[in-house]
T-cell receptor, first 114, second 114 residues
Framework: DQQVKQNSPSLSVQEGRISILNCDYT??????FLWYKKYPAEGPTFLIS?????DKNEDGRFTVFLNKSAKHLSLHIVPSQPGDSAVYFC?????????????FGEGTQLTVNP | DGGITQSPKYLFRKEGQNVTLSCEQN?????MYWYRQDPGQGLRLIYY???????QKGDIAEGYSVSREKKESFPLTVTSAQKNPTAFYLC?????????????FGSGTQLSVL
């Protein structure tokens, strides 16, 4: 039972354009969402997060949007840079009782072409 | 610099052999986690520990064992009962193991079967 799904295994964009990575979830108990970025043979690093009380959170070139009614979130990267090429994981956590356990999506490989 | 150190980076296991993956952190974090990554799949939780001498099973604990004798260390043993051990293993930690804390990851160990 995949509770967090990233339906696009890969995405390719041109440098300077917008990258949009999507994530869907099924568990209505999820109330906090995170995006992690991962380079090959390295551990993921935290990128940006959003609480369910918000619908948007912005940090520099990265913006995360949350649509609770659709159980959908997206990560926008503007403008995209070649160094953004990596695998991006969406993750979610349920309410306080689950501690800091995260449920991850399958990941989307982003390639930004110069 | 504080961080999480995983060793070895690459590990090979023979049939019927137990192998142990090391994870050490100097972040003074209370909680530690082991995740497994398979190609095309998200990170799946194997075991986690929120305090010394205590740990809980994650979603895919069968064939694995852990110990938490020291706050800094959380080794993972892949036993011979794990029939499909080839994967990328990631260790992570959080400050208190509470909701909404960000996971900090090590650089991973790639385990392969000979």
């Amino acid at each position: 039972d995949q509770q967090v799904k990233q339906n696009s295994p890969s995405l390719s964009v041109q440098e300077g354009r917008i990258s949009i990575l999507n994530c869907d979830y099924t568990n209505s108990m999820f109330d906090y969402f995170l995006w992690y970025k991962k380079y090959p043979a390295e551990g993921p690093t935290f990128l940006i997060s959003i609480s369910s009380i918000k619908d948007k959170n912005e940090d520099g070139r990265f913006t995360v949007f949350l649509n609770k009614s659709a159980k959908h979130l997206s990560l926008h990267i503007v403008p995209s840079q070649p160094g953004d090429s990596a695998v991006y994981f969406c993750a979610a956590s349920a309410r306080e009782t689950s501690g800091s356990r995260l449920t991850f999506g399958e990941g989307t490989q982003l390639t930004v072409n110069p | 610099d504080g961080g999480i150190t995983q060793s070895p980076k690459y590990l090979f296991r023979k049939e019927g052999q137990n192998v142990t993956l090391s994870c050490e952190q100097n972040l003074n974090h209370d909680a530690m986690y082991w995740y497994r990554q398979d190609p095309g799949q998200g990170l799946r939780l194997i075991y986690y520990s929120q305090i010394v001498n205590d740990f809980q099973k994650g979603d895919i604990a069968e064939g694995y064992s852990v110990s938490r004798e020291k706050k800094e260390s959380f080794p993972l043993t892949v036993t011979s009962a794990q029939k499909n051990p080839t994967a990328f293993y990631l260790c992570a930690s959080t400050l208190k193991g509470r909701a909404r804390e960000k996971l900090f990851f090590g650089s991973g160990t790639q385990l392969s079967v000979l």
